[in-house]
């Protein structure tokens, strides 16, 4: 990590810690570089939180989705955590990280998971029967590319995660249950 921590990401860190209650693994393990924090924060800030026909919910979801598939740990412990506070559904949260398809889901929250799971397993193998049957649940056309963006996010981060041995934060672990 750099040291001393610039000012603006001194202040971001010290809001996550009074927000979360801890700061992220994830933003120590980019604070290396500080241009590639702002950018993994920008992406990471734009994609999940930003404007979108997607909830946050269903956003940190596909993350779980994703990461599950990919068995990136950071990201499953992190983002399961997060589905567990956002839902207010402890046992969602767990049938995500372990196998989405057992979890008790709309047929809305089906469609974009099947599809953020095929996009993670064999992208070369999405079609626009896909696409439609996500149109079919509802999604229009931008939460459709909403919904590829968060899960190309986290096939990236996953694989930055596992390569560099990124740990979850202790606390994630016991929250939200």
């Not at 010290?14 to 290396?32: H, S």
């Not at 979108?52 to 779980?64: D, F, Q, T």
């Not at 008790?104 to 998971?113: E, G, I, S, V, Y």
């Amino acid at each position: 990590m750099v040291d001393p921590l610039p000012p603006e990401t001194r202040k971001y860190f010290d809001l996550c810690a009074e927000r979360l209650g801890l700061v992220p693994n994830v933003l120590a393990a980019y604070a290396f570089d500080i241009g590639k924090l702002n950018a993994f924060t920008a992406m990471y800030n734009d994609l999940m939180l930003g404007e979108s026909g997607l909830s946050k919910l269903e956003r940190e979801m596909i993350a779980v989705v994703v990461s599950s598939i990919n068995r990136c740990w950071y990201c499953q412990v992190a983002h399961g955590a997060t589905v567990r506070a956002l839902s207010g559904d402890p046992a969602l949260g767990e049938a995500l990280v372990m196998n989405y398809r057992v979890a008790p889901l709309d047929p809305r929250q089906r469609a974009m998971l099947d599809f953020a799971a095929k996009l993670t397993e064999a992208s070369h193998r999405v079609e626009e029967p896909d696409r439609q049957a996500l149109r079919e649940a509802g999604f229009s056309d931008r939460d459709i590319w909403d919904i590829a963006a968060v899960a190309g996010f986290f096939n990236m981060t996953n694989r930055v995660a596992s390569a560099s041995g990124m740990e979850p934060n202790p606390d994630y672990h016991g929250s939200h249950r």
